[in-house]
């Protein structure tokens, strides 16, 4: 079935550390990949995207993701988490090959950031 | 507006009753997106207008939920006979046209309760 997995529920990484949160999808193409992050009764807002080309893209807020084609994954990384950065992250994916349809998100990953 | 407006932010009604959940997306953007989020979910796709029709509305669970967008900018998302389960975050978001796939941008969301 096709689908956008994030298996890890929960996270929780130091202040200062390092942070990889994984995704993976399951289609016969490859979708557009993107990352938002929901802060607590906040809107979703999108951190970064990748449609083609370089497969390393960049974000705002010092994330960056890569996407990885032969593991079919687009896992979310930092270098160093600062304690804003506590929120809940969703994979989302679009596909192009299917006119008039929507992303469509994973269940997401809650970070938590301890001192 | 600056952004996607979503009205009310918080509604409560008791189970039965009919709700109407608003939304008022970036000026221009022809395409608008409803979104139900369950408590510990990602979001889930509702219902997607093009203008004033609705291109893809597969999202909605049973003819309890109905949504209009008139005039191909504001959108009502219409909840009759509501039931406790219905309760979740109504987020709403919209596009450029011919942009699905570059993202969007997301309100803040109508948490509705039933009681």
């Known amino acids: 079935a096709q689908s956008v997995t994030q298996p890890d529920i929960h996270i929780t990484v130091s202040e200062g550390a390092s942070l990889e949160l994984r995704c993976n999808y399951s289609?016969?193409?490859?979708?557009?990949l993107f990352w938002y992050v929901q802060s607590p009764g906040q809107g979703l807002q999108l951190l970064l995207k990748?449609?083609?080309?370089?497969?390393l893209v960049q974000g705002i807020k010092g994330f960056e993701a890569e996407f990885k084609r032969s593991q079919s994954s687009f896992n979310l990384r930092k270098p160093s988490v600062h304690w804003s950065d506590a929120a809940e992250y969703f994979c989302?994916?679009?596909?192009?090959?299917?006119?008039?349809?929507?992303?469509?998100f994973g269940k997401g990953t809650t970070l938590s950031v301890s001192s | 507006g600056a952004g996607v407006s979503q009205t009310p932010s918080n509604k409560v009604t008791e189970k039965g009753k009919y709700v109407e959940l608003r939304c008022d997306p970036i000026?221009?953007?022809?395409?608008l997106y409803w979104y139900r989020q369950s408590l510990g979910q990602g979001p889930e796709f509702l219902i997607y207008?093009?203008?004033?029709?609705?291109?893809?509305d597969s999202g909605l669970p049973n003819d309890r939920f109905f949504a209009v967008r008139p005039e191909g900018s504001v959108s009502t998302l219409k909840i009759q006979r509501t039931e406790r389960g219905d309760s979740a975050v109504y987020l709403c978001?919209?596009?450029?046209?011919?942009?699905?796939?570059?993202?969007?941008?997301f309100g803040s969301g109508t948490r509705l309760t039933v009681v």
């Open positions: 289609y016969g193409a490859t979708p557009y």
């Open positions: 207008f093009q203008g004033t029709g609705a291109a893809d």
């Open positions: 000026s221009g953007h022809t395409a």
């Open positions: 978001a919209s596009s450029p046209q011919g942009a699905q796939g570059y993202g969007y941008t």
């Open positions: 990748y449609f083609s080309g370089d497969t």
């Open positions: 989302a994916v679009f596909l192009p090959s299917q006119a008039g349809t929507a992303l469509i």
